[in-house]
């Protein structure tokens, strides 16, 4: 078990530029999620994958946001036109289907983004 | 949603016992309540999880009430190490999980 991995770690962009972030969850762990966290809040839920399937997304994921996960394996979060406020700490989790009606999620160390 | 409220920040020293409650007077029946621990710049990590009464593991032990509406995670013996955010979910059913702003435990020398 590695754990959940992000790249890159860090990302510092220029307003209105494209960028793109890489989770590779746990190998056994079909679930993936993304949160988003700006400094001294918790963790914002923006979308969720079983398998390849995108199940749920956030009203906070807008149009610029589009996340994939086409083989059910590693994910991609791309964000189109990059605003200041888009910079914040991307996370990426990841989960097995428990015997609780909830999953215990794996989180990776974060991509950080700074929109310049 | 589950909406949980814990105290914004506590401190405390080298040894002691901290206990942390976490308010969720709305929580469903079939919701499970979890704690999770963040450091700065990595993660959240998974402390513990329960349902009601008591569990315990080698981090920490959970105390659910029978009505369910709040719950209180104990560290023992806590350590400078233990300095960091700590989080209770009260999570719907399905896999949205909602954090709050979480507690930050100062632990002092």
């Known amino acids: 078990d590695t754990g959940v991995s992000q790249n890159p770690r860090h990302k510092i962009t220029k307003r209105g530029q494209n960028v793109t972030f890489r989770c590779d969850p746990i190998s056994e762990h079909n679930r993936l999620y993304w949160y988003r966290q700006t400094l001294g809040q918790g963790p914002e839920f923006l979308t969720y994958?079983?398998?390849?399937?995108?199940?749920?997304k956030s009203r906070l994921l807008s149009d610029r946001f589009s996340a994939e996960r086409p083989k059910g394996s590693f994910s991609t979060l791309e964000i189109q036109r990059t605003e200041q406020g888009d910079s914040a700490m991307y996370l990426c989790?990841?989960?097995?289907?428990?015997?609780?009606?909830?999953?215990?999620?794996?989180f990776g160390p974060g991509t950080r983004l700074t929109v310049l | 949603l589950a909406k949980t409220t814990q105290p914004i920040s506590m401190d405390s020293y080298e040894g002691q016992e901290v206990n942390i409650t976490c308010s969720h007077n709305n929580i469903a029946t079939n919701d499970y309540i979890t704690w999770y621990q963040q450091f700065p710049s990595q993660g959240p990590r998974f402390i513990i999880q329960g349902y009601k009464t008591k569990v315990t593991n080698e981090v920490a032990s959970l105390f659910i009430p029978a009505d369910r509406k709040s719950s209180t995670l104990s560290l023992p013996r806590v350590s400078l190490s233990d300095t960091a955010v700590y989080y209770c979910?009260?999570?719907?059913?399905?896999?949205?999980?909602?954090f709050g702003a979480g507690t930050r435990l100062f632990v002092k020398a």
């Open positions: 979910l009260g999570q719907t059913r399905g896999f949205k999980t909602i």
């Open positions: 989790a990841s989960s097995y289907p428990g015997q609780t009606s909830t999953d215990t999620q794996y």
């Open positions: 994958f079983q398998n390849e399937a995108q199940l749920e």
